[in-house]
Structure formats: C-alpha cells, structure tokens
C-alpha cells in the first residue's frame, strides 16, 4: 500500500487520465471569513433586514439550520483513499480540495503541459452553498474559487479504473463522482464560471 502512495503525485498525471471526485460533506473548514460575513450581514428574504441567525432554517436548507450545515465536522478522506490503494486501485494522483477551491488546488495534481477539463454538471451541489450564493450575492465563478463545491477530494486514474473506483467508494459510503479529465493545456482548470482572469 505505501509502495503504491510513494509512486503517486503530479508527474504520474496522464493525459486522458479521469478525475474522480469524493463528495465534501458541506463547506469544511473553508471559506469562514466569508461564511460568517454572510451570516452577519447577507441578504435575508424572509425578514427584509440583512443578517441571520446560526439557528435560522432557511427553506432551502429542507428543514436544516445555518448552524447544522456551515458546522458540519469535515470529511476525512484518508481511510477509504488508502483502503482504495490496498484494493489495488491505480491512483496517478490526487489533490485536497482546501482553500480556494477547485481552481487552485486541482493544477497541483498535474504536470506543467496538462489541464482539467472539469464537468460541472456531473456532480450535486450541496443546498448549503446555493444559501451562501443567495445570501451573500456571490457570483459563481467567486463560489468556485473560494468553496469546494461539494467536491472535497479528487483522484486521477486512467479510464480501465474508473467503475472500480466509484465502486470501490460506493462501498465505503462515500458519494464519488467523475468530475473531469485531464487534456493538454499549462496546468490549469477549465470549464469553470468565468471571472475576467478566467476570460481572457
């Protein structure tokens, strides 16, 4: 299992390669100042006065209070990725979504000439992140690169691996989604909401 991490990182990253991405269970530890700025002063239909209360069941939230879904305990992905490596799933790389989101840490899982193509209809986004967008007015393309977006975790692998993958998570109760790809490019993302950077 080690001997199979040692040989995992962003030089192993093929072109073709499929990014498997292991679902978030909410915003994690990341983005707070901007989640509580949100608290404190976003938009709030329900009383016309800004501000919320971490209590607050917004209705989009099915029932859940602000409190219960910005303090969910973060996902720890560290058990089933290496349960993935002993069941001899072939990892060429992999990248923690953390701050600032998919734009800046999945180019750290690829090389210099690669990109990923990411497909952003592929995987749900968890309501919680539909509130903060409503209630602090932000724009997508700053939800992408601030949020995990409901993806917390990505793994690359070569196509022949990809249904034992999802499998394999399926079967550690953990949601895995193919997200993207990897393409020719300079260790970028792409398919992302645009922001002035990103159109240029």
């Known amino acids: 299992m080690w001997k199979s991490l040692s040989f995992c990182g962003s030089s192993k990253a093929n072109l073709g390669d499929i990014v498997i991405g292991l679902a978030s269970e909410g915003v994690h530890s990341n983005g707070f100042s901007l989640v509580r700025k949100i608290v404190a002063e976003g938009h709030n239909p329900e009383t016309?006065?800004?501000?919320?209360?971490?209590?607050?069941?917004?209705?989009?939230?099915?029932?859940?209070?602000?409190?219960?879904?910005?303090?969910?305990?973060?996902?720890?992905?560290?058990?089933?990725?290496?349960?993935?490596?002993?069941?001899?799933?072939?990892?060429?790389?992999?990248?923690?979504?953390?701050?600032?989101?998919?734009p800046e840490n999945l180019p750290r899982s690829i090389q210099r000439d690669q990109s990923i193509q990411l497909f952003l209809d592929q995987w749900p986004i968890p309501p919680i992140f539909a509130w903060l967008a409503m209630a602090g007015q932000v724009e997508p393309a700053a939800m992408y690169d601030t949020f995990n977006m409901g993806i917390g975790f990505t793994l690359l692998v070569e196509p022949s691996q990809v249904e034992s993958a999802l499998q394999h998570f399926s079967q550690q109760q953990l949601s895995a989604y193919v997200v993207g790809e990897v393409v020719p490019g300079s260790q970028t993302v792409t398919g992302l909401p645009l922001t002035p950077s990103r159109s240029s």
């Open 48 to 102: 016309g006065q800004p501000g919320w209360q971490w209590s607050d069941c917004p209705p989009m939230l099915g029932g859940a209070s602000l409190g219960d879904c910005l303090l969910t305990p973060t996902q720890i992905y560290v058990k089933p990725v290496l349960s993935a490596l002993s069941a001899g799933l072939q990892i060429h790389s992999m990248a923690h979504i953390t701050g600032g989101g998919l």
